[in-house]
């Protein structure tokens, strides 16, 4: 039941028992004591990365084609296509689970920080050390939000006290023992490190967007109550979050780069776009990599369904997808099959951003019948979105004063706005929720067709075994 089970790395000590218990520095270790040194570890490559950016493969939005030479779901990792053919064991025991693994390291990190800072050595002031420690809050509320979503079933006001959840790592120990606490603790702890954090995070973040801000925060916390469907709460954060920091950028001023730089040279961008990545990107709350920096640019399609959602006015569908690549000679999976590759080249962000921001505010307001209000904040994004002449402002009138129908077109905005940013599987499962939103994802490969149903078990990835197995006591997923 120990953490080293649940995290099988030796990463951290218990930095504030050190002294009680050793008395001494373990040799080769570097203990931090001042300010500075638990700062630093926010500063750490461990941290700019999230998440495994393999979740988006249970959704709607990714077709494999499987026609040769281009046959992308051949040259997919074994989990990669268990995942696709909605198998909710996708990882062995013998093999790593990075999203659990290398969510719990950085989860560490942000305890031995959050845990100690106060009491570190230095002449901060006592508000300094509170904003370190209220980022690392937010940096653990994000882990902690990440992975509930990808292991429990939705929360749900009914049954969240009782679906199993994950075990919430609260302190700096290796050494500690943990349960499944249920989907309602995680998110009341998340909410917590929130809202404990938010009053002391700095307006802007230091030196690069790797680090937390008070936009960030609230941008956050309006994700979590967007997702518990508390859309006053969700409306009332995003807005404020907007107040702070709520300028778009207009993806006219960017263009196609062709063949790049490509791959990854060091200070040039990679190729495809001339889209700042992520650390520059004007948009950008809160910073981070997947651990393949280009997540699952190269290696998808956007399915049929994702596809006409699109139309070639829509700068993200001229600046993120191709008809092959690489570009020169490409394999043509336009013309194949009518639909793009994904691309989007560079080091883009995948944590928060501001165009979420804007669509958890527009799908709040809907919800709470504000029809003009929700189209205020989707026309704005597009703006800055479609080509000027493609552009054209929507009223309710466009859509019959019926809020369902509007609602409708938020989320069809939702879904062109952040695909493939491992978000579509949190949607449909908190769609899936509601009758008139349920969608059977169907997924085709090597000539078998496979369902994921509404609500479906499925849609819960198995606790990691490396971790299960020391642990028989805790429940697993069906």
């Given at each position: 039941?120990?953490?080293?089970?649940?995290?099988?790395?030796?990463?951290?000590?218990?930095?504030?028992?050190?002294?009680?218990?050793?008395?001494?520095?373990?040799?080769?270790?570097?203990?931090?004591?001042?300010?500075?040194?638990?700062?630093?570890?926010?500063?750490?490559?461990?941290?700019?990365?999230?998440?495994?950016?393999?979740?988006?493969?249970?959704?709607?939005?990714?077709?494999?084609?499987?026609?040769?030479?281009?046959?992308?779901?051949?040259?997919?990792?074994?989990?990669?296509?268990?995942?696709?053919?909605?198998?909710?064991?996708?990882?062995?025991?013998?093999?790593?689970?990075?999203?659990?693994?290398?969510?719990?390291?950085?989860?560490?990190?942000?305890?031995?920080?959050?845990?100690?800072?106060?009491?570190?050595?230095?002449?901060?002031?006592?508000?300094?050390?509170?904003?370190?420690?209220?980022?690392?809050?937010?940096?653990?509320?994000?882990?902690?939000?990440?992975?509930?979503?990808?292991?429990?079933?939705?929360?749900?006001p009914a049954t969240?006290?009782?679906?199993?959840?994950?075990?919430?790592?609260?302190?700096?120990?290796?050494?500690?023992?943990?349960?499944?606490?249920?989907?309602?603790?995680?998110?009341?702890?998340?909410?917590?490190?929130?809202?404990?954090?938010?009053?002391?995070?700095?307006?802007?973040?230091?030196?690069?967007?790797?680090?937390?801000?008070?936009?960030?925060?609230?941008?956050?916390?309006?994700?979590?109550?967007?997702?518990?469907?508390?859309?006053?709460?969700?409306?009332?954060?995003?807005?404020?979050?907007?107040?702070?920091?709520?300028?778009?950028?207009?993806?006219?001023?960017?263009?196609?780069?062709?063949?790049?730089?490509?791959?990854?040279?060091?200070?040039?961008?990679?190729?495809?776009?001339?889209?700042?990545?992520?650390?520059?990107?004007?948009?950008?709350?809160?910073?981070?990599?997947?651990?393949?920096?280009?997540?699952?640019?190269?290696?998808?399609?956007?399915?049929?369904?994702?596809?006409?959602?699109?139309?070639?006015?829509?700068?993200?569908?001229?600046?993120?997808?191709?008809?092959?690549?690489?570009?020169?000679?490409?394999?043509?999976?336009?013309?194949?099959?009518?639909?793009?590759?994904?691309?989007?080249?560079?080091?883009?962000?995948?944590?928060?951003?501001?165009?979420?921001?804007?669509?958890?505010?527009?799908?709040?307001?809907?919800?709470?019948?504000?029809?003009?209000?929700?189209?205020?904040?989707?026309?704005?994004?597009?703006?800055?979105?479609?080509?000027?002449?493609?552009?054209?402002?929507?009223?309710?009138?466009?859509?019959?004063?019926?809020?369902?129908?509007?609602?409708?077109?938020?989320?069809?905005?939702?879904?062109?706005?952040?695909?493939?940013?491992?978000?579509?599987h949190i949607d449909?499962?908190?769609?899936?929720?509601?009758?008139?939103?349920?969608?059977?994802?169907?997924?085709?490969?090597?000539?078998?067709?496979?369902?994921?149903?509404?609500?479906?078990?499925?849609?819960?990835?198995?606790?990691?075994p490396a971790a299960?197995?020391?642990?028989?006591?805790?429940?697993?997923?069906?």
């Amino acid at each position: 039941m120990k953490l080293t089970f649940i995290l099988p790395v030796c990463l951290l000590v218990l930095f504030a028992g050190c002294d009680k218990f050793l008395d001494i520095k373990p040799r080769n270790k570097i203990i931090p004591q001042t300010v500075e040194e638990f700062e630093n570890m926010l500063n750490n490559a461990v941290i700019v990365n999230s998440g495994d950016y393999f979740q988006d493969l249970i959704t709607d939005d990714v077709f494999f084609p499987e026609a040769m030479p281009g046959n992308l779901y051949q040259n997919q990792q074994v989990h990669a296509r268990r995942i696709f053919t909605f198998n909710n064991q996708p990882y062995d025991e013998g093999t790593n689970d990075y999203l659990w693994s290398e969510g719990y390291k950085r989860i560490f990190y942000f305890n031995t920080v959050a845990n100690n800072i106060m009491s570190a050595t230095g002449s901060q002031s006592e508000q300094y050390k509170k904003a370190v420690r209220a980022e690392a809050l937010l940096g653990r509320a994000y882990e902690h939000l990440v992975m509930v979503n990808v292991y429990a079933k939705h929360y749900d006001p009914a049954t969240a006290a009782t679906d199993p959840g994950i075990p919430l790592a609260l302190v700096g120990d290796i050494g500690a023992k943990y349960s499944r606490n249920t989907v309602a603790e995680v998110y009341e702890q998340i909410i917590d490190d929130l809202t404990t954090a938010i009053p002391d995070l700095p307006a802007s973040p230091k030196k690069t967007s790797f680090r937390a801000s008070k936009p960030a925060g609230l941008a956050l916390l309006s994700r979590v109550y967007l997702y518990m469907g508390n859309w006053e709460l969700a409306k009332k954060n995003a807005e404020d979050a907007l107040a702070l920091k709520g300028e778009l950028f207009d993806m006219n001023n960017y263009s196609v780069v062709v063949p790049g730089p490509f791959p990854y040279v060091p200070g040039a961008p990679v190729g495809w776009t001339n889209i700042p990545p992520t650390q520059q990107h004007p948009e950008t709350l809160y910073a981070r990599h997947f651990l393949r920096p280009f997540g699952l640019a190269q290696l998808v399609c956007a399915s049929s369904d994702l596809s006409a959602l699109f139309t070639n006015e829509d700068q993200r569908w001229v600046l993120y997808y191709a008809n092959g690549w690489p570009p020169a000679p490409p394999f043509n999976y336009w013309n194949m099959y009518q639909v793009k590759i994904f691309l989007r080249g560079e080091f883009y962000n995948n944590a928060i951003g501001i165009g979420e921001v804007y669509l958890n505010a527009a799908e709040a307001k809907a919800r709470l019948n504000d029809m003009d209000g929700a189209l205020d904040l989707i026309n704005e994004l597009r703006k800055h979105r479609l080509t000027p002449a493609a552009y054209v402002e929507k009223t309710a009138a466009d859509f019959d004063n019926d809020p369902e129908k509007v609602l409708r077109f938020v989320l069809e905005e939702r879904r062109r706005e952040l695909a493939f940013m491992n978000m579509r599987h949190i949607d449909l499962k908190r769609l899936n929720k509601e009758a008139r939103f349920q969608k059977t994802v169907v997924h085709n490969a090597e000539g078998i067709e496979y369902r994921l149903e509404p609500n479906s078990d499925k849609y819960q990835r198995q606790i990691w075994p490396a971790a299960s197995a020391f642990n028989p006591e805790w429940e697993l997923n069906p």
